[in-house]
């Protein structure tokens, strides 16, 4: 079973929004399909994001959480999520299965400068 709570850091790299979790085999695992626009906006006010940002998320609301995805579809062994304040949609590749036993119904995000809030 997953944690309540998960943390990756993305960050840019060859043109695309990825983030490495050696926990759970993932290097360089990219965003597509809608997601690195939402990245992309949702980002604007970190600093240097492009080099690295904190991602905190989970399956149930949390104190502080900025962003709800919420589920659409399953298309291809991945889903769709809508972010609630733009209607904007996302694809989610089976990556997604790393950190949830099923797609949850709503995914809950804070982003934030690397650092803030690390031990």
Known sequence: MANAMMEIHP??????????????????????????EMIDQATKAIPDAVNGFRLLFSAKPFPGFQHELVWVREEYEGNWYRWAATGE???????LFKYFETAPKSIYCLMEPRGVGEG
């Open 11 to 36: 960050y840019r790299a060859h043109d695309m929004w990825v983030f490495d979790d050696p926990a759970v085999g993932l290097v360089q695992e990219p965003f597509v399909f809608g997601v690195p």
């Open 89 to 95: 949609e996302g694809w989610l590749c089976p990556a």
